[in-house]
């Protein structure tokens, strides 16, 4: 299936301690972003930290910017006023900071296990056709935009604009941007340097350790950053939200083209085309294959490796034909689970081993295709000689599994077992679910303690919230012998 064929919908499911964004191709899940009110990203959020510590043998610093980890900022991410930028000449890290000092600096990858914050002095400020670079100056198009006329025609109206401007910067022109006039473009630029002397001016006023600029909620990045003209419309269940993206939408989108659409069917919205479920499946260890062939992710600290197997396949001719037709199969899957998971980092394939190379060669390049519309940047390698396929994924947030799941307590983290939060959430949908389906005049929960314990606790206000949305008295009783990701809804 080619590129042109492929239309797309995001679906966006708003709670008061969750949003969940979701993007479908032709109707299938792809990818699936979740936002929690107490935990939101920090990527693309600018800091004024402290400098607590340089390690001139990591050439690096750990950064004080007021989280509960310190953060992490490499030589090569600190910007370098006055210095070469190129050469093989890395400077040291002690002539560029030294312990105590302030620091301005941006999130470019959200904790992750036991890391901190991995952070940058280049600041970076996005809008909608390009991306601001305070402390360069050169002119970068998206590797997206294939034409080259177009691409000199951007890069010729950006570095007009930008020697126009007083400021010397640089940018990098986004996918969206194809097509674009100079006007849309002089748009962008003027919002990015308001944002910018906005940023410098707070930097100069507020404290150490504080937050100076926090990147938008999950529904406006997903205007800014996911919107192109594939996507036909944006489908929202919350009021609220909708009538702040059309806003959002007519000022910053005036020529996306773009419908934005509230949803109001008793059905919740993430019932649709089945992507709860398909959620729920993404975190299985086994996938299976339409030819009775499945697949194995296993997630590592340092890797995911993913194994291919026949199964049940037994195929029509002979067993390399069955084996070649497995991998192709496989190959367009994986690419999906790969952005369905977030899987990012190092990322080992082990296809079942084909004899004939045009088969190896034809497997790899299914795989490059399906993953040609991932966001995340990522690089394939030719097979291994021992029949593997090793590539890489960008990450720069958590996997799905590590922000739904965490170790099971009950078989020493050999597994996962869903966070009592998550039960709580679940929860929550299948009130409203029932709500919306059923008469009743009370209901009440059946849970594991550690879910009782905390929809008492922390998500006491939304639980009082979802009684006076629904209507209904919500009691709640302890299940000793349930499991943290087991429930129970009893209508009375």
């Known amino acids: 299936m080619t590129d042109e064929s492929q239309k797309e919908e995001i679906l966006i499911n708003v709670t008061p301690s969750e949003v969940r964004a979701a993007l479908l191709e032709n109707g299938v899940l792809q ?166 002397d906005v940023v410098k001016e707070r930097c100069r006023k507020r404290s150490v350790k504080t937050l100076i600029h926090e990147d938008l909620s999950l529904p406006m990045r997903v205007l800014r950053d996911m919107v192109t003209g594939d996507v036909e419309r944006v489908l929202v269940d919350s009021e609220s939200d ?15 083209n773009l419908t934005i659409e509230l949803y109001k069917r008793r059905r919740p919205i993430f019932d649709l085309h089945g992507i709860e479920d398909e959620i729920h499946r993404s975190l299985d260890r086994s996938i299976p294959l339409k030819s009775g062939g499945y697949l194995i992710f296993d997630q590592t600290e340092a890797m995911t490796t993913i194994d291919v197997n026949t199964g049940g396949y037994v195929g029509h001719r002979n067993l390399e034909e069955t084996i070649y037709r497995t991998n192709l199969e496989a190959a367009v899957a994986i690419a999906r689970q790969l952005r369905l998971r977030n899987l990012g980092g190092i990322i080992i394939i082990d296809f079942i081993d084909m004899e004939e190379i045009d088969h190896r060669e034809n497997v790899l390049h299914a795989l490059e295709q399906a993953l040609a519309r991932d966001h995340a940047r990522h690089q394939i390698t ?60 009370e209901v009440m929960v059946l849970a594991n303690q550690d879910v009782i314990e905390l929809l008492l606790d922390e998500q006491a206000r939304s639980l009082a919230e979802l009684e006076e949305q629904t209507g209904k008295s919500i009691r709640l009783q302890t299940e000793s012998l349930y499991l943290q990701d087991q429930f129970d809804v009893v209508l009375m």
């Not at 043998?57 to 190129?86: C, W, Y």
């Not at 009538?243 to 959002?248: D, K, T």
């Not at 090793?390 to 739904?404: A, D, G, I, N, Y």
Request: aromatic share 6%; proline share 4%.
């Open 31 to 196: 990818e699936v972003y979740i936002e929690r009110a107490a935990r939101r990203g920090l990527i693309s959020n600018i800091y004024k930290g402290r400098v607590l510590r340089v390690l001139p043998g990591m050439q690096a610093a750990f950064i004080d910017i007021g989280l509960e980890r310190t953060a992490f900022l490499h030589v090569s991410d600190i910007a370098k006023p006055g210095l070469a930028e190129n050469g093989d000449d890395v400077p040291n890290i002690r002539d560029l900071v030294r312990e105590g000092d302030e620091i301005m600096v941006q999130v470019v990858k959200d904790p992750l296990g036991n890391k901190g914050a991995r952070l940058t002095s280049y600041v970076t400020l996005p809008s909608r056709h390009m991306v601001l670079l305070p402390h360069s100056d050169t002119v970068g198009i998206s590797a997206r935009i294939e034409d080259d006329e177009e691409r000199d025609r951007l890069r010729g109206m950006v570095e007009e604009l930008l020697a126009e401007s007083d400021l010397k910067c640089g940018a990098i022109v986004r996918t969206v941007a194809e097509g674009t006039d100079k006007e849309a473009l002089a748009a962008d630029l003027r919002y990015l340097l308001r944002l910018w």
């Open 382 to 441: 030719p097979v291994s000689p021992l029949g593997l396929v090793e590539m890489t994924r960008k990450r720069t947030r958590e996997s799905l599994q590590h922000v739904l799941c965490e170790d099971c307590s009950a078989c020493a983290g050999r597994g996962f077992v869903m966070t009592a939060e998550t039960a709580c959430f679940e929860i929550f949908r299948e009130i409203i679910r029932q709500s919306r389906q059923f008469e009743f005049d």
């Open 242 to 256: 909708y009538e702040a993206m059309q806003n959002f939408g007519n000022t910053y989108l005036p020529d996306a």
